[in-house]
């Protein structure tokens, strides 16, 4: 039988791991932190850090070498994405399909009953069923990325930093000793992609004639000016599309089988529908009634309706039309701070 009071950590040495140890200590658990290796391009010294700072805190570490698995699958996901005229959002898809089922397994090879993360989110237990639920700091809540967790994990997943504000973790790791830890930066955007995605792109494709330059075109597919390559556009996308025009202009949509890039005004990017694949509800009737969409990580949420579709896919009419709604994206349901559902946008 897994351990009550043993629990695996995802430990990447900055602030918010480092203190969900000591939180999860205070608490009475036997805390393993585990450091996966997933892309290195700056080098695997931080291994050597992480190692010495677990020691350091007393915890058993472990080191997942998962190299192989997320170029297999998220990479790969990340460029196809991009190359079939999509928004990839790797970060869903890794937590999704790879982080927390490698933590999962972690755990029953150590006979851990609990996983724990340095997610900014809570769980709620409401009539045996599991919902995440937003993080009290609004500024660095992850729910968003969390809607694909399925029950059988959400159940055994501690959040310890959930109820904090960012700055009380900083300070509580101040006040317990690791200054240096307080002080390190969040990181930002995906993990393997730091910099400009398209730089990227040239990097990892097999061949450079994939992406060529093609035409912009109006709604009415009239040519507008030539572009740099159709995978170096998102929908709804303003800036540095280098066409002059009379009123502002926005990508709409991407056409990879003709490697145009449609362009319109605001008022074209505007959509009263969307649809989803892929999605996950942990119980449908909270979808009887409105819902709270979020279809974008930048915060942008709508009251929608949501419906199954014979297909199979999930139908979110929205209470009044928004932009910027791009194929790939994630969306996420709420129903207050509960999440209940999201899927990937058709």
């Known amino acids: ?27 009475g658990y036997e805390v393993v932190g585990v450091t996966f290796r997933f ?25 997942v070498d998962a190299r192989s698995s997320f170029q297999e699958v998220v990479l790969r996901y990340f460029v196809d994405e991009y190359m079939a005229g999509r928004t990839p959002v790797p970060c869903v898809l890794c937590n999704n399909l790879m982080k927390w089922r490698l933590l999962e397994e972690k755990a029953d090879e150590l006979g851990a009953a609990y996983v724990a993360t340095g ?7 409401i009539d045996g069923i599991f919902y995440v639920t ?19 994990l959400l159940s055994r997943i501690l959040f310890p930093l ?3 504000e960012k700055s009380e973790i900083r300070r509580m790791a101040a006040e ?23 730089q990227f792109l040239k990097r990892v494709l097999p061949t450079s004639d994939l992406i060529r330059p093609g035409d912009f075109v109006d709604e009415n597919g009239h040519f507008l000016g030539r572009h740099k390559g159709y995978p170096f556009y998102t929908v709804g996308q303003r800036r540095g599309l280098g066409v002059t025009a009379r009123e502002p202009l926005y990508v709409k949509e991407i056409l990879p089988e003709s490697n145009r890039v449609v ?9 009263g529908q969307m649809e989803l694949r892929d999605w996950q509800v942990p119980c449908m009737d909270d979808l009887n009634e409105p819902v709270v969409v979020r279809y974008r990580y930048e915060r942008q949420y ?19 039309p928004v932009m910027g709604v791009a194929p790939g994206q994630s969306a996420c349901f709420y129903k207050g701070d509960r999440v209940v559902g999201g899927g990937f946008i058709v």
Request: net charge negative; aromatic share 8%; hydrophobic share 35%.
């Open 119 to 125: 997610h900014y989110a809570q769980i709620v237990n």
């Open 1 to 27: 039988m897994a351990d009550s009071k043993r629990v695996v950590l995802g430990m990447s040495g900055g602030t918010d791991s480092s203190v969900a140890v000591l939180l999860l200590q205070d608490a």
């Open 176 to 198: 317990r000793g690791y200054p240096s830890v307080s002080k390190r930066p969040d990181s930002m955007g995906v993990c393997f992609c730091q910099d400009d995605y398209r």
């Open 263 to 271: 362009l319109s005004s605001a008022k074209g990017l505007q959509r």
């Open 302 to 320: 709508v009251e929608a309706r949501v419906e199954k579709k014979e297909d199979g896919h999930l139908l979110v009419r929205f209470e009044s």
């Open 162 to 164: 959930g109820k904090y």
């Open 134 to 152: 937003k993080g009290c700091d609004e500024m660095k809540d992850q729910s968003f990325f969390l809607w694909g967790l399925k029950q059988d």
């Open 39 to 63: 892309w290195e391009e700056a080098g695997d010294d931080y291994l050597q850090e992480v190692k010495a700072l677990a020691m350091r805190m007393g915890i058993e570490h472990h080191v």
